[in-house]
């Protein structure tokens, strides 16, 4: 219903900046929050941030917090995620999410975008 396509990874330095953006298309209107996570070789995929498509409200995992800022352009129907001061342990493919509806979980996702950062 929604389909979602990542880009903007790649390869930076350690302490370095990403920006990693998400376009949205069909069904946009019946988003209510996108989220960004991610999976490393061998991990369990974690949670990263997200934003709520109408009000804009951010969430933020512990370990980017501070580091990380997500924010959405609704008339372009994109949600961007801005990394700054990478470390190692941020490499990993990283994907977006739509979620329609409060408490419930996420139904769809991108093909991901690969994020390494070399120390």
Do not use: H
């Amino acid at each position: 219903q929604v389909q979602l396509v990542e880009s903007g990874g790649g390869l930076v330095q350690a302490g370095g900046s990403l920006r990693l953006s998400c376009a949205a298309s069909g069904r946009t209107f019946s988003i209510y929050q996108m989220g960004w996570f991610r999976q490393a070789p061998g991990k369990d995929r974690e949670f990263v941030a997200a934003i709520t498509w109408s009000g804009g409200i951010t969430y933020y995992a512990d370990s980017v917090k501070g580091r990380f800022t997500i924010s959405r352009d609704n008339a372009k129907n994109t949600v961007y995620l801005q990394m700054n001061s990478l470390k190692p342990e941020d490499s990993a493919v990283y994907s977006c999410a739509d979620k329609r509806t409060p408490g419930r979980p996420y139904e769809d996702w991108g093909q991901g975008t690969q994020v390494t950062v070399d120390s």
